[in-house]
């Protein structure tokens, strides 16, 4: 089992930053690789950023590359997604989730992630 807990969310100007975290519990951190999703009202869950496990690969949006960056401290269980010049449309609730299998990767498919946080609400005001 794995929980997590994301924090860091709020309101923001556009061209702002934020960044979110998300700690882990449960399972060995640095055996996994994480990811963060988000869900606008009325639309779908849609990929963000993942990670490795090792933290050596990193997978993007294309609608965030530039912009946004993931990162992962496996030393205090945790997982990062600084958002730099955001956009009204990065408004979302921002999820992070884990992926167990045992594969050194970072996809960017959803239903490869079993563990999901609560979420965190991000509002960038034009």
């Known amino acids: 089992q794995v929980q997590l807990v994301e924090s860091g969310g709020g309101l923001v100007q556009a061209g702002g930053s934020l960044r979110l975290s998300c700690v882990a519990s449960?399972?060995?951190?640095?055996?996994?690789?994480m990811g963060w999703f988000r869900q606008a009202p009325g639309q779908e869950r849609e990929f963000v950023a993942a990670?490795?496990?090792?933290?050596?690969?990193?997978n993007y949006a294309d609608s965030v590359k530039g912009r946004f960056t993931i990162s992962r401290d496996n030393a205090k269980n945790t997982v990062y997604l600084q958002m730099n010049s955001l956009k009204p449309e990065d408004t979302a609730v921002y999820y992070c989730?884990?992926?167990?299998?045992?594969?050194?990767?970072?996809?960017?498919?959803?239903?490869?992630?079993?563990?999901w946080g609560q979420g965190t609400q991000v509002t960038v005001s034009s």
């Open positions: 990670i490795s496990w090792s933290g050596g690969r990193a």
């Open positions: 989730a884990a992926d167990t299998r045992p594969v050194d990767y970072a996809s960017n498919r959803a239903g490869w992630y079993d563990y």
């Open positions: 449960g399972r060995t951190f640095s055996s996994y690789a």
